[in-house]
């Protein structure tokens, strides 16, 4: 059975700094991988898609890295602005169309 | 592009009671769809999903039901709610191998 886990739960930094967080996966026969964001209250947001064949993928201030063979997934974000401040997750999944595997999110704070 | 309109947006109900949450999708045909639930302090739990009219999976065993009567519409249900029901529920699509998900802004359900 896939388990997601993501390192550290809760993050709270100064803005302007750089920061990474870690997200593991037991099964590494997934379809891919992707990080969300979630402000309170509200939807996701799909921040990064990397296929089970790419190892990473960049998005403006945001790099996700994908280690498949390790079940290790890194989402770095550059220069963190007090708009950062969300809750990210990420998602694998084990094969398209079915089901998405979450993991618990680490909720993250840029103080001005 | 797609959207994903939930309905309502927040609901309070008692124990016993029954439940009816409805997920409309625009601009896309034949997508799968997906209910989640988010409970507080946890990750997000794959309750059903659907690769089309009429076709269900269920991913949790529980007092829940799901029903896909149109291309478009997807509806969880339930007969007589538990406390342990109360969270956030969302509704997501997926249009295609390799795409990510899309999600709706969601559904605040409060059983008392």
């Known amino acids: 059975k896939q388990e997601v886990t993501q390192i550290p739960a809760a993050l709270s930094v100064p803005e302007g700094e750089n920061l990474v967080l870690n997200c593991s996966f037991t099964?590494?026969?997934?379809?891919?991988l992707q990080w969300f964001r979630q402000d309170p209250g509200k939807g996701l947001t799909s921040l990064l898609l990397?296929?089970?064949?790419?190892r990473e993928q960049t998005s403006g201030r945001l790099n996700a890295s994908l280690d498949k063979s390790s079940g290790r997934s890194t989402l770095y974000i550059a220069a963190s602005q007090p708009g950062d401040s969300a809750t990210y997750l990420c998602?694998?999944?084990?094969?398209?169309?079915?089901?998405?595997?979450f993991g618990p999110g680490t909720r993250l704070s840029v103080l001005p | 592009s797609q959207t994903i309109h939930q309905w309502p947006a927040t609901l309070v109900q008692p124990v016993g009671s029954p439940l009816s949450l409805e997920c409309t999708v625009e601009?896309?045909?034949?997508?799968?769809l997906y209910w989640y639930r988010q409970a507080a302090g946890r990750g997000l739990q794959l309750l059903f999903y659907?690769?089309?009219?009429?076709?269900i999976s269920s991913e949790v065993p529980q007092n829940l039901s799901a029903s896909r009567p149109q291309d478009r519409q997807f509806i969880l249900s339930s007969k007589k709610l538990l406390l342990s029901d109360s969270g956030f529920y969302l509704c997501?699509?997926?249009?295609?191998?390799?795409?990510?998900?899309?999600f709706g802004p969601g559904t605040r359900l409060t059983v008392l």
């Open positions: 998602a694998v999944n084990v094969s398209y169309g079915q089901n998405f595997v």
């Open positions: 997501a699509l997926l249009k295609g191998p390799g795409s990510s998900p899309y």
């Open positions: 099964d590494s026969a997934i379809y891919n």
């Open positions: 601009g896309t045909s034949n997508p799968n």
């Open positions: 659907s690769v089309g009219i009429g076709q």
């Open positions: 990397i296929q089970s064949s790419q």
